[in-house]
């Protein structure tokens, strides 16, 4: 008799029509079978799905380029289709589940015909911690299956756990035929099942990557008391040898990547990779808050990747291993065949061609890569790994920092009172879109705690369910806001970030241990001259007083635009949070 897993698979090929089924085993021998596929067999738009990079330089790299249409994460085509639309909330389209389902089941038949279906059983989470989830993918890309056994431990491990089991989380993908109008990215989650056609793009069609890891497991951490956040984490280690663990949630594109892998630039202090962008977080029997990052790999922004922002992310894409590394959307360098993109050296390559293959010749209004282009590749290789991070208990957290990118108001860093006043902050977050969302770039939206594209559920609710989550602690981590990205008069930012963002950190640890000095304003505590290290750094007392003034004025309109966003959710929205609204205010007016 089949097993549940076996029989779901054999409704989804009856529905789409495979030439082949193939089952994945994870193994060192599949992936380059599956890159070799890809090399020789498989296209789209016309051309391979995988081309060979330099070997020497770049090893076991290989090169992929979406369709032209395809190039980032379809927001305004994501559906989150629970039983009842106040349920989704006005931070999710919403479809009612029968008629997406429809939908989805008349574009997906016969879509995968003449293709291979790779059926791909995987983790997310070490498969001995309480908090893992057992998921399985289809898909009929190479591309999709090599970047999961990257992204995910896929394979024998997750088969054999899943077992008769019908519990596990399903996802079907297809490329389909990559027409915009035939492209959904469907959620539902109530049945544990997401469901998406016509994007090859990695946040679209890796369904471990936002869709479970964020949607789904944060209607389920709900339902079961753990929140699943945008979030790195990392490792802080002081001169003494003691590690803090902090997590941070960012933005797409707003130096999250940057941050997980930090090179001090401060002596004796170093930064240990966990994770770059996702964390799920639940508290101990202790009441201590803990985290785990679900992922083993790194799907990072290539543009703005170099030996100066981020060298040790340069070693981990270079550092081989058995795992493939891919680069998506990227230039290439003839010359050496290698891929190229802007920021990654000073000067244009002499033969360059562009993301879409067409010889590229530089001028102030074109870019060689596109904005968007990725690298997939193992958080094995990364030369800064915490030695915890396989840990199925996770690492405790002492700080939560947030924060967004602002180019005005925001301070460099600053703590909020408790952690209501913090939840409620973080609430009001907002910050400039970046080329990870399709549509305009520079426009200034509410991203609340950088959740605002996954959060699979109700925010408002969401709001709620992070008050509650926090009275479980018994001692909450402080919560701490930060803006790398705030500008003069003249345009030019005010501070240098990339490794001198430790002095940030290291302000943040020592708040956490009740050590460093503040002063209170009307937003929170920011740092005093005594307390911030700037020692060896060429930063003036004018820059410094800019970067942690507080405009009263600026605030206040803040406050108002705020109170926009809040009444989207209306009653959903905690009094506890309109409390701390109408609190700011008066702090503002007396101040």
Partial sequence: MPTPLEKWVEETAELTGPKKIYFCDGSDAEARVLIEKGISEEKINGKPVFSRLNQTLWPNSYYHQSHPNDVARTENLTFVCHSHKDTAGPNNNWMDPAEAKMKMTILSRGVMRGRTMYVMPFVMGHPDSPFAKFCVQVTDSAYVAVSMRIMTRMGKVAAERIGSRADFIKGIHSIGELDPNKRFIMHFPEENLIWSIGSGYGGNALLGKKCISLRLASWIGRNEGWLAEHMIIIGIEDPGGKVSYVTAALPSACGKTNLAMLRSALPGYKVWTLGDDIAWLWVDKAGQLRAINPETGFFGVAPGTSPKTNPSMLDTLKAGSFFPTLFTNTAINLDNNEPWWEDLTKDYPAHLIDWQGNKFTPSPDKKAAHAN????????????LAKEYDSPQGVPISAIILGGRRTTLVPLVYESFNFAHGVFCGSMIGSETTAAQAGAVGLLRRDPMAMLPFC??????YFSHWLDFGKKMVNPPRIFFINWFR????????WPGFGENIRVLKWVIERAQGKAGAVETPIGFVPDAKSFDTSGMDLSLENLDKLFAVDHKGWDAELKDAKIFFEKFGSHVPQEL??????????????
């Fill in 373 to 384: 282009s990725r690298f997939t590749v193992s958080i094995k290789q990364c030369p800064t």
């Fill in 578 to 591: 309109r409390n701390e609204l109408v609190t700011l205010e008066k702090r503002l007016k007396v101040t």
């Fill in 487 to 494: 500008r003069g008069e003249n345009g030019k930012f005010l």
């Fill in 456 to 461: 699979g559920y109700n925010m408002g609710d």
